[in-house]
C-alpha cells in the first residue's frame, strides 16, 4: 500500500511539474507577435494578386503620401489611396479594367500588413470576390537617367491614345510636352521625390477643339518594355499611371524615336477580368 501511494504522488508532482513547465512531450503555441511600427515603403514595387483559378502579375509605385498604383501588361489599373507603410492597414481598393479587357471598374476593401520595408501582403474584397495579393520592392532600373529628345509614347488602360513628345530636363525634373494623335497638346512635368525612383507627374491638356484638363499621376522609370509595345529597345523607358481622370490610364514613353503606334491587347489574357469582383455583364 505504502508503496502505490508513493508512486501516485510521484505521477501528481510529475503531472504538477508538466502544466507549470508546458513540457511531457507536449510543445507551446508560439505566441503571435504584435503588429507594430510603422515602414518605410516609398517606392517601387512588383507582385501578384491570385483568385480562384485566376492571376495576374502587377508592377507599381508607392509615393510619400502613401498614394499606390499598380498596373498589369495590358494597363489594367489597381489604385489605393493611403498606403502610409502602417503595419496594418484596412484601405480602399479601386480596379480598373482596360478598354481591351472591358473597360468596367470595381471597388472594394484591402486589408493586410505591410511586413518590412520590402514586403507587403494582404487580401481584398470587391463583390464577394476576395483576391489575395503580395508585393515586394524592386529596382526597375540600375541609374536613374535624364531622359532628353523627341520620343513617341502610347497610353493604354480605359483610354487608348499616341504621343509625341519632346522630352528634357534633368533626371530629377523631366519635363515633356508634345501632341497626341489628334493633335491636342501636352505639356507636363515629373519630380522626383528624393532619390526613390517615385515620380510625381502632372500635366496640362490644350488645343484647339480639345478638353483642357488638368492631369496628375505618379511615374517611375525601368529598363523594360512593359506593354511590349517598342519591339523590347534597349534604353531608359517612362511609366505614368494616370486615376484622378474618368478613364483612367498608363502612359509608356519609349527610349528612343517618334515610332509610337498603339496595339490592342487581346482580351481576358492577363487574369484581370476574373479578379476584384469585376461584374462581367458590364464587359460585354
Same mark, same amino acid.
Given at each position: 500500500?505504502?508503496?502505490?501511494?508513493?508512486?501516485?504522488?510521484?505521477?501528481?508532482?510529475?503531472?504538477?511539474?508538466?502544466?507549470?513547465?508546458?513540457?511531457?512531450?507536449?510543445?507551446?503555441?508560439?505566441?503571435? #507577435? %504584435?503588429?507594430?511600427?510603422?515602414? &518605410?515603403?516609398?517606392?517601387?514595387?512588383? =507582385? $501578384? *494578386? +491570385? /483568385?480562384?483559378?485566376? @492571376? !495576374?502579375?502587377?508592377?507599381?509605385?508607392?509615393?510619400?503620401?502613401?498614394?499606390?498604383?499598380?498596373?498589369?501588361?495590358?494597363?489594367?489599373?489597381?489604385?489605393?489611396?493611403?498606403?502610409?507603410?502602417?503595419?496594418?492597414?484596412?484601405?480602399?481598393? #479601386? %480596379?480598373?479594367?482596360?478598354?481591351? &479587357?472591358?473597360?468596367?471598374?470595381?471597388? =472594394? $476593401? *484591402? +486589408? /493586410?500588413?505591410?511586413? @518590412? !520595408?520590402?514586403?507587403?501582403?494582404?487580401?481584398?474584397?470587391?463583390?464577394?470576390?476576395?483576391?489575395?495579393?503580395?508585393?515586394?520592392?524592386?529596382?526597375?532600373?540600375?541609374?536613374?537617367?535624364?531622359?532628353?529628345?523627341?520620343?513617341?509614347?502610347?497610353?493604354?488602360?480605359?483610354?487608348?491614345?499616341?504621343?509625341?513628345?519632346?522630352?528634357? =530636363? $534633368?533626371?530629377?525634373?523631366?519635363?515633356? @510636352?508634345?501632341?497626341?494623335?489628334?493633335?491636342?497638346?501636352?505639356?507636363?512635368?515629373?519630380?522626383?521625390?528624393?532619390?526613390?525612383?517615385?515620380?510625381?507627374?502632372?500635366?496640362?491638356?490644350?488645343?484647339?477643339?480639345?478638353?483642357?484638363?488638368?492631369?496628375?499621376?505618379?511615374?517611375?522609370?525601368?529598363?523594360?518594355?512593359?506593354?511590349?509595345?517598342?519591339?523590347?529597345?534597349?534604353?531608359?523607358?517612362?511609366?505614368?499611371?494616370?486615376?484622378?481622370?474618368?478613364?483612367?490610364?498608363?502612359?509608356?514613353?519609349?527610349?528612343?524615336?517618334?515610332?509610337?503606334?498603339?496595339?490592342?491587347?487581346?482580351?481576358?489574357?492577363?487574369?484581370?477580368?476574373?479578379?476584384?469582383?469585376?461584374?462581367?455583364?458590364?464587359?460585354?
Amino acid at each position: 500500500m505504502l508503496r502505490k501511494s508513493v508512486f501516485l504522488l510521484s505521477l501528481l508532482c510529475l503531472a504538477a511539474w508538466c502544466a507549470v513547465n508546458i513540457g511531457c512531450g507536449g510543445s507551446s503555441s508560439p505566441k503571435k #507577435t %504584435a503588429c507594430t511600427g510603422s515602414y &518605410n515603403i516609398v517606392g517601387d514595387w512588383q =507582385g $501578384t *494578386a +491570385t /483568385g480562384t483559378g485566376s @492571376s !495576374d502579375s502587377l508592377t507599381g509605385i508607392i509615393n510619400s503620401t502613401g498614394e499606390a498604383m499598380f498596373f498589369d501588361s495590358q494597363a489594367d489599373i489597381v489604385s489605393l489611396p493611403q498606403l502610409t507603410g502602417t503595419c496594418s492597414f484596412s484601405e480602399t481598393l #479601386t %480596379a480598373y479594367e482596360s478598354t481591351a &479587357n472591358g473597360g468596367a471598374s470595381s471597388t =472594394g $476593401t *484591402a +486589408t /493586410g500588413n505591410v511586413n @518590412s !520595408d520590402t514586403s507587403i501582403t494582404g487580401s481584398d474584397v470587391s463583390n464577394g470576390t476576395t483576391t489575395n495579393f503580395t508585393f515586394s520592392s524592386y529596382a526597375p532600373i540600375s541609374t536613374i537617367t535624364a531622359v532628353t529628345g523627341t520620343v513617341g509614347a502610347v497610353i493604354e488602360g480605359q483610354l487608348s491614345d499616341s504621343l509625341i513628345l519632346s522630352l528634357g =530636363g $534633368t533626371s530629377s525634373a523631366i519635363t515633356f @510636352s508634345g501632341t497626341d494623335a489628334t493633335n491636342c497638346t501636352i505639356n507636363g512635368t515629373a519630380t522626383e521625390e528624393g532619390t526613390n525612383n517615385v515620380y510625381d507627374v502632372t500635366f496640362d491638356v490644350g488645343g484647339t477643339g480639345c478638353t483642357a484638363t488638368n492631369l496628375a499621376g505618379l511615374g517611375f522609370e525601368s529598363s523594360a518594355d512593359l506593354f511590349t509595345l517598342d519591339n523590347n529597345a534597349i534604353g531608359t523607358y517612362l511609366y505614368v499611371i494616370v486615376t484622378n481622370y474618368s478613364a483612367p490610364f498608363v502612359v509608356e514613353i519609349f527610349p528612343a524615336g517618334p515610332g509610337a503606334y498603339i496595339k490592342h491587347h487581346s482580351a481576358h489574357t492577363s487574369g484581370f477580368h476574373n479578379l476584384f469582383g469585376i461584374d462581367k455583364r458590364l464587359t460585354h
